[in-house]
């Protein structure tokens, strides 16, 4: 009797602690789960838009995404003028305009090269060309860039956060 009744307690502290266990390896398997905060604040990069140099393009990068950056001349920005489509995709900091969008050719995904020469982005993968706003210039992309979520916070361009700007482009079917 005595030792059914010590059997029947050992079995319950067993129980208890193998309970414990389990909660433990819960709390372990969801601390692996949820993004260590290096990689919430990735989502995010701020640009400062007063480090760029009107005509260069510069590649960012922003989730593992290539973002083309380009300080738009005012010979870029004459031929813009009365084109709605190309004036719609402009995005004004300052007194400085820029293209800002997802370095990716909307057809199959190569990574076009820019040409300072003809201010233009050439897709040597089928020969596709998109203009300085990002515009399809010749098939076959199917459309033109992507413009990432952005807001525009004084001179910096924080990419992966949705401004009025970014959610207006997006309302009137400018970007995706
Ligand atoms: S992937 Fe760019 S033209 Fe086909």
């Known amino acids: 009797m005595e030792n059914n009744s010590r059997r029947g307690f050992m079995g319950k502290a067993f129980g208890a602690v193998a309970a414990v266990g389990a909660v433990g390896s819960l709390v ?4 692996t789960w ?15 838009m007063t480090t ?4 260069v393009m510069v590649t960012e990068k922003w989730r593992g995404k290539p973002i083309f950056v380009l300080k738009k001349s005012a010979e870029v920005m ?3 003028k009365g084109n709605p489509e190309a004036e719609a995709r402009n995005i004004k900091i300052g007194n400085d305009n820029f293209m800002v969008a997802i370095g990716l050719c909307t ?3 190569c990574i076009p090269a820019f040409r300072p020469d003809e201010n233009d982005f050439l897709c040597a993968c089928h020969g596709g060309m998109f203009d300085a706003s990002g515009l399809v210039k010749k098939v076959p992309p199917p459309r033109g860039f992507d413009i ?27 970007t995706l």
């Open 148 to 174: 990432p979520p952005f807001k525009i916070d004084g001179t910096n361009l924080i990419l992966g956060e949705v401004g009025p700007e970014w959610q207006s482009m997006k309302d009137n079917g400018v």
């Open 28 to 31: 372990a398997m969801k601390k």
């Open 107 to 109: 057809h199959l995904g």
């Open 52 to 55: 760029y140099q009107e005509g």
């Open 34 to 48: 949820d993004p260590l905060p290096s990689v919430k604040a990735a989502g995010f990069t701020t640009l400062d």
């Open 78 to 80: 004459e031929n813009e």
